[in-house]
T-cell receptor, first 109, second 115 residues
Framework: RKEVEQDPGPFNVPEGATVAFNCTYS??????FFWYRQDCRKEPKLLMS???SGNEDGRFTAQLNRASQYISLLIRDSKLSDSATYLC??????????FGKGTRLHILP | EPEVTQTPSHQVTQMGQEVILRCVPI?????FYWYRQILGQKVEFLVS????????KSEIFDDQFSVERPDGSNFTLKIRSTKLEDSAMYFC?????????????FGPGTRLTVL
């Protein structure tokens, strides 16, 4: 099983729709979870951290399910500017930070 | 807003040559990292650096690679004898706390092309 696994997509979603991505991780000792976004040929930028209780930031909601070892990202009312690759990132105190390969999202006008 | 900067933005080199990639982390950060991303692949951790020494490194970070913080602001990645497979985007990142507890801020990257 890959350390951090994501559906590569692409997800082609009409503007205004809701879209959700999942990410699974293999290391049960993982402690920190993040979603980053990466635009084409640019650096990753933090979108949000993921907390055990789940958290929301505007149109974005992140959830963590430790029992099943997955995290999710929900984007509501999607906008053209949301088109990017979304990277799931996992780390533990004793391990290096691991990036997923990313899920590509295309928002269609 | 403070940001991580990297130079050069693009480096072209011949196989077997040495390259040095430079990074200026955010000024009050204490933890520094190098990652690479081969075109079309995922971002891969190379090395983390704290208190003037390597705190962790991946299996990619072999004897051809070294890192240094030569002064109070720069953080460099040296590849001693480049191979074709070293062609990738190299990202520097910094954080104020260890990777597991704090956001890492990434620089814009250096695209390394080995011919």
């Amino acid at each position: 099983r890959k350390e951090v696994e994501q559906d590569p997509g692409p997800f082609n979603v009409p503007e205004g729709a809701t879209v959700a991505f999942n990410c699974t991780y293999s290391n049960s000792a993982s402690q920190s979870f993040f979603w980053y976004r990466q635009d084409c040929r640019k650096e990753p930028k933090l979108l949000m951290s993921v907390y055990s209780s789940g958290n929301e930031d505007g149109r974005f909601t992140a959830q963590l399910n430790r029992a099943s070892q997955y995290i999710s990202l929900l984007i509501r009312d999607s906008k053209l500017s949301d088109s990017a690759t979304y990277l799931c990132v996992v780390s533990s105190i004793y391990d290096k930070i691991i990036f997923g390969k990313g899920t590509r999202l295309h928002i269609l006008p | 807003e403070p940001e991580v900067t990297q130079t050069p933005s693009h480096q072209v080199t011949q196989m077997g040559q040495e390259v040095i990639l430079r990074c200026v982390p955010i000024s009050n950060h204490l933890y520094f990292y190098w990652y690479r991303q081969i075109l079309g692949q995922k971002v891969e951790f190379l090395v983390s650096f704290y208190n003037n020494e390597i705190s962790e490194k991946s299996e990619i970070f072999d004897d051809q690679f070294s890192v240094e913080r030569p002064d109070g602001s720069n953080f460099t990645l040296k590849i001693r004898s480049t191979k074709l497979e070293d062609s990738a985007m190299y990202f520097c990142a910094s954080s104020g706390a260890p990777e597991s507890t704090d956001t890492q801020y990434f620089g814009p990257g250096t695209r390394l092309t080995v011919l």
